[in-house]
């Protein structure tokens, strides 16, 4: 199935950010679409859930560098 999440995400400065962010993500396997905004603060990505998991996608954003906030 399909799904979509939105996540906040801080120390993304620039369009550079958004691009190693946006790379991580596109590596892993089941991700379909992301859209990473340095100005928001937020990434969006949408994955079919029985290729990933949010865990994966949390974990690839913290080790390109950056740290999902948990709200
Ligand atoms: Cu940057």
Not at 43 to 52: G, L, P, R, S
């Amino acid at each position: 199935m399909r799904e979509s999440v939105l996540l906040n995400v801080t120390g993304m400065k620039c369009g550079g950010c958004e691009a190693s962010v946006t790379n991580k993500l596109s590596d892993l396997e089941g991700v379909l679409y992301v859209k990473a905004s340095s100005q928001e603060q937020q990434v969006q990505v949408d994955f079919i859930a029985e290729k990933t998991t949010l865990a994966a996608i949390k974990d690839a954003i913290a080790s390109a560098g950056y740290t999902v906030v948990s709200l």
